[in-house]
């Protein structure tokens, strides 16, 4: 029997699975904070403290080729290309050698940060969701499951707007590899199948304006295009 709300319910927030028709079911957005050292050093606060999370809603996720809009109330939409984990399974204080065994797979996103509220909520010691979790914020491309490309310890990292790089890493810069992410945000909450993890950004996040063609790559993962559209009336 369905069942009988008293609103429609919202849809399924949903991301491609590589070479199929299959779809991964979104749960939770949770990203990782401070994770790349010299992204640290950029923005000017002290490297030596841990990384930390915070959330996304699911229905925030754009598909590969979209559109985002430029979103209200800002003046300095930056990027911040990210490598994605895909959960399958999850728990409570997962060992980190038993941290593989929940992936289901990893896509590159986009972490889009309205920067000037984010430092504006920072200053004043509020939470940052109004500049971190807004709609169309987390763009993410086809994910490419374990099952076919292992998991990836070191692997470029890029993001090029209208065609120049501004952002070139290598995931193994984090500070914190995926085991350790997973196996210390499931001592905070219970991850569970449908949860993915935005796991921090290399150096050389900078302001976006409508018009911008964003095209993002992890080697041997995917890639990812999105397109900052005009904002929305």
């Given at each position: ?38 992204h640290i050093r950029e923005m000017g606060q002290d490297e030596r403290l841990p990384p930390f999370y915070f959330a996304k809603f699911p229905d925030q996720v754009v598909g590969d080729g979209g559109t985002v809009p430029y979103p209200s109330l ?160």
């Amino acid at each position: 029997m369905s069942a009988d709300y008293v609103v429609p319910a919202p849809p399924q927030a949903a991301i491609a699975v590589a070479g199929s028709s299959k779809l991964f079911p979104v749960r939770r957005i949770w990203c990782v904070g401070r994770n790349y050292v010299e992204h640290i050093r950029e923005m000017g606060q002290d490297e030596r403290l841990p990384p930390f999370y915070f959330a996304k809603f699911p229905d925030q996720v754009v598909g590969d080729g979209g559109t985002v809009p430029y979103p209200s109330l800002t003046k300095d939409l930056h990027q911040e290309v990210e490598l994605v984990v895909c959960l399958k399974s999850g728990g409570r204080n997962i060992p980190v050698e038993k941290a593989n065994d929940c992936i289901f797979g990893y896509a590159v996103g986009i972490d889009l940060t309205r920067r000037d509220l984010q430092i504006a909520s920072r200053k004043l010691e509020r939470p940052w969701e109004i500049g971190k979790n807004f709609d169309h914020s987390a763009p993410c491309g086809p994910i490419k499951p374990a099952s076919e490309i292992g998991h990836p310890k070191e692997a470029r990292i890029t993001l090029s707007c209208n065609g120049k790089v501004r952002q070139d890493g290598n995931i193994n810069q984090m500070i914190w590899n995926v085991p350790e992410i997973i196996a210390d945000l499931s001592k905070m909450v219970e991850l569970t199948a449908g949860d993915i993890i935005m796991t921090g950004t290399p150096a050389g996040v900078a302001a976006l304006s409508p018009g911008d063609k964003l095209e993002c790559s992890v080697e041997g993962v995917g890639s990812l295009t999105v397109t900052i559209g005009q904002p929305l009336k």
